[in-house]
């Protein structure tokens, strides 16, 4: 039986750990959010859609008043950004923070390095990350919707929080980088080749089908950290890269999480429902199952290299080259690798 990953380098780990590495959350408002739904509430409120300026520029003027005076209540000066490109925001909040300090306020620090080296119990770490409650951030973003932008009140539907990009990681905390470094030098080269098609369709739980045309590849990268896999599927896929040389990092990723399917209740127009397999519904609440599923396909993953970090393969056939075998009723001496004469022949000498 194939020893997995961990167990192979249970020495040199510290422990392990998942958790949503990035959720990028987007809120609409479903009573004006599209053409049919503003074209409702003009028909409703007796107003013609070529009023729309007349009717938009009192909001307009609420939510730029109301920003200024919870600025100024708070101290802060509103900076107006031109140059996105070249502005980036961990910058210029690290400067704030350097002359207000680090404690609560309309400027929460942010911290660009995510990853946790060392954890003096993995376990409750692990509870803590599966304790995400979507009803408690439900609550949170709603207050600061409203905080903010009170003219959400207007509207009698609210907002609608639909999840845009997702991240799920599988943290294998090594503990040192002398440990990890050669380790993820080679599976990731390995992985770069070994990881085909059907094998990145096997990892995400999806079977591929022949009239899929959408991206469906790998890409390797080397950056000032080191190296970064990542296995493309259209808007999904998985990567592996190291942060801090200490942590081993397999993520699943998705800029549509209707790609992932679950056994979920399916209401129908006509009012019926019935439970079966469908696509996962980009409501926050949705976080709990999409969990499961991405940390499933990092296992799916993490086995998978399990096989690639086995180095019994390559022994298996060095000993094959090294056997005497007979063929023909004639023996043959196995190749003697160790010896100097076939490493001068290898040469050309």
């Keep these: 039986m194939q020893t997995s990953f961990l167990e192979r380098h249970a020495e040199d780990i510290l422990g392990v750990y998942s958790c949503f590495d990035r959720i990028i959350i987007q809120g609409t408002l479903p009573d004006i959010a599209h053409a049919d739904a503003m074209t409702q509430w003009f028909f409703t409120h007796k107003l013609r859609i070529f009023d729309f300026p007349e009717w938009a520029k009192p909001y307009r003027e609420r939510i730029r008043s109301h920003a200024e005076a919870v600025a100024n209540k708070a101290g ?178 998705t800029n549509d999480v209707t790609f992932f399917k679950h056994y979920r209740k399916v209401e129908h127009r006509d009012g019926t429902a019935c439970f079966k397999m469908a696509s996962v519904r980009k409501s926050i609440f949705s976080l709990p199952p999409l969990a499961e599923l991405m940390d499933a396909c990092n296992r799916r993953y993490l086995e998978f290299l399990a096989a690639v970090d086995d180095p019994t393969n390559a022994l298996d056939t060095i000993q094959k080259v090294s056997r005497p075998v007979r063929q023909e009723g004639r023996s043959y001496r196995g190749f003697n690798l160790l010896f100097r004469k076939y490493h001068l022949t290898a040469l050309g000498k």
């Design 76 to 253: 802060i000066q509103i900076e107006f950004i031109r140059k996105i490109d070249s502005f980036r925001k961990e910058d210029r909040i690290a400067e704030i923070l350097s002359k207000r300090g680090e404690h609560p306020d309309l400027v929460p620090f942010t911290q660009v390095e995510n990853a946790f080296v060392n954890i003096s119990d993995f376990a409750k770490a692990q509870f803590l990350a599966d304790a995400c409650d979507p009803a408690f951030l439900y609550r949170h973003m709603e207050q600061a919707a409203r905080r903010y932008c009170d003219v959400i009140g207007v509207f009698p539907s609210g907002v609608h929080w639909s999840i845009m990009q997702l991240e799920r990681a599988t943290n294998i905390v090594f503990k040192s980088h002398d440990v990890l470094a050669p380790i993820y030098e080679e599976i990731v080269r390995t992985l770069s080749h070994a990881v085909r098609p059907d094998t990145l369709t096997m990892f995400l739980g999806k079977p591929l089908d022949p009239r899929y045309e959408g991206e469906l590849g790998s890409k390797f990268s080397t950056r000032i950290e080191g190296h970064c896999l990542r296995h493309l599927m259209g808007s999904t896929g998985l990567k592996i890269y190291d942060k801090f040389g200490r942590v081993l990092r397999i993520e699943t990723f």
